[in-house]
């Protein structure tokens, strides 16, 4: 067993813990992922990311208690992949050990939010497996509009990108409509989570392009709900919605992925669906 001291990126409390061998295995140039529970260093708990070499590279704060719904994405030619890309295509090792779990956080949300994304980034090498590997995972889903361009570019070039939510690392740049608030992104922190744990590389692939199918599949049968019931001259709130998606999918809906569905449908597709008691009071 080799000691490995980390640091809760919440409080700041030192520690160490133990990390077997075997568990490098799989690692060759990307990260191994170390769920840290509460109670095991502080109070908090966390993920801390390992290189090869057992440094400490990231760490990051998902909240272990959200419940993703369980559901199978519809077996339609739309959604059937029949191979994931290759390594010179995308190197799934080279996105796991560039890019932040804060960074793929925050690309997520823009996503889901229909924003126009900057990623300053200086390694050129990398800029086409980014693309490569958003045009995989949102495939026939989310339209992804991400430009990638080195930080002496961005400063030469300010003006063209006003409109753009910018990224760098983990810091937010430009922050449109204040869309990025970190304490609101628990779903999407719990997605890439699930997405950077995996350390089957082709399966963690997988689990990330199923979460956004989940979410643009539930998400746009929220919006045919309400529009149905508009075609037939009746309300409907964000409740209603949600004990239609259970009875379709035969699937459990938590409050804060409701309200994580509910921000796609308004930032992505425009629409606001009203909460149970504004459909009441706007029925007085």
């Known amino acids: ?14 520690g160490n813990i133990e990390v077997h061998p075997d568990a490098l295995k799989h690692v060759t140039r990307g990260l191994l992922a170390i769920n840290i529970p509460a109670s095991t260093l502080c109070q908090h708990s966390f ?3 390992l290189d090869k070499n057992l440094n400490v590279r990231d760490y990051f704060v998902a909240d272990f208690q959200i419940e993703l719904p369980e559901m199978s994405i519809p077996d ?4 059937r992949e029949s191979k994931i890309p290759t390594k010179d295509i995308v190197d799934i090792d080279l996105i796991k050990l560039n890019m932040t779990a804060l960074l793929l956080t925050h690309i997520l949300k823009s996503i889901f939010s229909r924003q126009k994304t900057l990623l300053i980034l200086d390694y050129e090498f990398l800029f086409q497996h980014i693309r490569n590997f958003f045009d995989y995972v949102t495939r026939d889903t989310f339209d992804v509009k991400i430009t990638i361009i080195t930080e002496n570019d961005y400063n030469k070039n300010k003006k063209q990108y006003k409109d753009y939510m910018v990224l760098k690392g983990n810091e937010i740049v430009k922050n449109v409509n204040k869309l990025l608030n970190d304490k609101k992104l628990g779903v ?11 350390q089957e590389l082709g399966y963690s ?19 045919e709900f309400v529009k149905d019931k508009k075609n037939s001259n009746e309300k409907a709130n964000i409740l209603e ?6 009875e379709k999918y035969s699937i459990k809906i938590s409050p804060m992925y409701l ?4 921000e796609i449908v308004k930032n992505y597709y425009g629409m606001t669906v009203p909460s149970a008691s504004q459909s009441f009071l706007g029925s007085l």
């Open 1 to 14: 067993m080799t000691k490995i001291q980390i640091i809760c990126p919440t409080c700041g409390e030192k």
């Open 47 to 49: 993920i801390a990311y």
């Open 76 to 79: 339609s030619e739309k959604f």
């Open 188 to 198: 999407e922190k719990h997605i890439i989570s699930k997405f950077l744990t995996e």
């Open 205 to 223: 692939y997988i689990l990330l392009k199923n979460e956004i199918q989940k979410a643009y599949e539930l998400s746009t049968s929220i919006i």
């Open 241 to 246: 919605a949600s004990a239609n998606l259970e």
């Open 259 to 262: 309200n994580f569905l509910n």
